[in-house]
Every structure is written in C-alpha cells, then in structure tokens.
Antibody, heavy 118, light 106 residues
C-alpha cells in the first residue's frame, strides 16, 4: 500500500527557508511523479509543483522563484524548499503521488502544518 | 491560470438527500476534471477523475459528469460519512488549480 509521510519543522521564521521531506513507502519513488500541495488554514488547496524521479520538475509560476524540489531515490524520498517565506506561506503542506494516467493526486500524506512566525 | 468556481460554497442537507455540486472552469478543459473529499483535519481523498470515472473503492452513490467548462458532482443518497468539503481540480493545464470548495453540512 502506498504511504507518504511529511516531515520537517513546524515553525519557520519570516525570510527564512521552509524545508520539508516526504518519505514514500509501499512503492518505488521511480514509478511515479510526485507533488506538493498546500492549504492555508481554513482555505482552499494550492498546487506547488511536481517532481519526477529523474529530477525533472514543474512549478506553479506564482511560487516558481522561491521553490526548489529535489528527489533522493536511494531514500525513496522527495523534498520541498521554499525560500523567503512570509506569513502568507503558513499552511498545511501535503505531499502526494500523481495519478498514473493524469495530473491528479491519488495518494496523499497526512499533511504537516508549517507556521511562519518570528 | 484556469479558474474553477464551485457552487454552492456550502449546502445543508440530510441523510438520504441527493446533493449536486457544480464546478465551472474559466476555459475549456475537456474532461480533465477531478473531485476530492476532505474531512476536517484530514488530507483530501481522491474520488473521481476524468470528470466521471470513480477511483477504486469509492461508493457508487458518487457520480460525476460534464465536459468543457461545466461539471457536476452528485451524491445520490447522502450518508453520514459524506459530510465533508468537496473540491474540484483541473488537470488540463499547468498550473493545476482547484476550486474553492463546497462544504456539505447537516
């Protein structure tokens, strides 16, 4: 069974870099595309970007200048870095697997709340 | 970016009711639309892809339809576990975008 688990600091200071990892179990990370999605408290969902096992990426243009995704196939893990954070980046961050046939997300991690505050 | 507008933003219903949620896209997305269910404090659950295809394990009381710009999610007979917020998502064009959500409440 496919499982994903986010990990990383729950509190980040303004102007610093948010770093999260997603550990995948039950399937090889080389088998799919992987994605990050976030949800500010009480609000809707925002797609951040995707990464493939070969390192290719695509980011949301609204965040592109600040986002970096990476992948470590040896650890079956992929990561998100978001630089120069502000309070507007406070959100629950989800990692997810991209559905095999199209750009939906079929398996999700439980999500991790990241608060940006001094 | 493609904007997805869901209506209503919330709906009050009872167990056994038929509930319909609409998602309208700002441009033609063919049938590249999915639906998710989210309960408080939980990750979204993938329900429907390609407008009308049920993901494995999703009860048959859920159905989707539409193409182009207008889509619907219907729950034929609402069950207690269906009270949640529902989101549509377009998979036609990057950046991928979601609707604002529809809360189904008692």
């Amino acid at each position: 069974q496919v499982q994903l688990q986010e990990s990383g600091p729950g509190l980040v200071k303004p102007s610093e870099t948010l770093s999260l990892a997603c550990t995948v179990s039950g399937v090889a990370i080389s088998s799919s595309y992987w994605t990050w999605i976030r949800q500010p408290p009480g609000k809707g969902l925002e797609w951040i970007g995707y990464i493939y096992y070969d390192g290719s990426t695509k980011y949301n243009p609204s965040l592109k200048s600040r986002v970096t995704m990476s992948i470590d196939t040896s650890k079956n893990q992929f990561s998100l870095r978001l630089s120069s954070v502000t309070a507007a980046d406070t959100a629950v961050y989800y990692c997810a697997r991209v559905y095999s046939s199209a750009w939906y997300s079929d398996y999700w991690g439980q999500g991790t709340l990241v608060t940006v505050s001094s | 970016d493609i904007q997805l507008t869901q209506s209503p933003s919330s709906v009050s219903a009872s167990v056994g009711d038929r509930v319909t949620i609409t998602c309208r896209a700002s441009q033609d997305i063919n049938s590249w639309l999915g639906w998710y269910q989210q309960k408080p404090g939980r990750a979204p659950k993938f329900l429907i892809y390609a407008s009308s295809s049920l993901q494995g394990g999703v009860p048959s009381r859920f159905s989707g339809s539409g193409s182009g710009t207008d889509f619907t999610l219907t729950i034929s007979s609402l069950q207690p576990e269906d009270f949640a917020t529902y989101y549509c998502q377009q998979a036609n064009t990057f950046p991928l975008t979601f609707g604002g959500g529809t809360k189904v409440e008692i």
